[in-house]
């Protein structure tokens, strides 16, 4: 491309006040003070930041020294002072390389969105497993229940036959117990998916009413576990 060097600040590209010092030929701390009274008007008139203030190491007595970075709105307030052949020349290099570097942010933001809805999408897929899943076994342990309770009757009442109503009752416990762990783990199941779909999908504008379309029907107890 060629040999302006920029950063990313907050998302965005930015150039060092001390490279654009040297590219244009300016003694970095004229740069440093023409930025700080741009800063000032900039700060005074409600604008979005332009200007970033940092630090540099000096490579032979390796103090630190203040400078700026300034994204591409910053550069050209800056810049737009700056004249001569060599300035309009550098200005085009710095226009250019803005544009290259946004190209290439847009880019890896796509190919990372990309990775975040899958994950997401897979996240979604696993709550809505689990939470079938917990819906087919609680309608199950219902069942079961409803045909203890039942047996549990018929033994009370047919005392002929207390003996065989009282091993079909112990075996209908027994199935209701086996029940009530697999809807446990169930629910620990829908708990973890629930957890996972939190930590990539959390603070998205959809997330709430996803949530809330995930575990629609679900008591308040299971939704917060």
Not at 195 to 209: C, E, N, Q, R
């Amino acid at each position: 491309m060629n040999d302006i060097i920029l950063s990313t600040q907050n998302g965005e590209p930015v150039a060092s006040s001390r490279d654009v010092a040297k590219r244009f030929g300016k003694e970095h701390n004229h740069v440093l003070r023409d930025i700080k009274a741009l800063e000032e008007g900039v700060s005074k008139n409600g604008q979005t930041p332009m200007f970033f203030k940092s630090e540099y190491t000096h490579p032979q007595n390796h103090q630190k020294y203040p400078m700026y970075l300034m994204n591409r709105d910053g550069f050209s307030l800056l810049a737009m002072g700056f004249t001569g052949k060599e300035a309009v020349q550098w200005k085009l290099k710095y226009i250019e390389a803005f544009n290259q570097m946004e190209k290439q942010l847009a880019a890896q933001h796509k190919e990372q969105q990309a990775v975040q809805d899958a994950n997401i999408q897979s996240a979604i897929d696993r709550v809505i497993e689990a939470r079938k899943k917990l819906d087919e076994n609680t309608a199950f342990l219902d069942e079961c229940r409803k045909n203890r309770e039942d047996s549990k009757a018929k033994y009370m009442q047919v005392k002929a036959l207390c003996g065989e109503f009282k091993a079909i009752y112990g075996q209908h416990c027994d199935t209701v117990r086996t029940m009530e762990n697999v809807v446990r783990g169930s629910q620990s199941y829908l708990t973890s998916a629930i957890d996972s779909l939190t930590i990539v999908a959390k603070g998205y504008p959809f997330y709430a009413a996803l949530m809330d379309s995930l575990l629609d029907g679900l008591p308040a107890k299971k939704k917060e576990e």
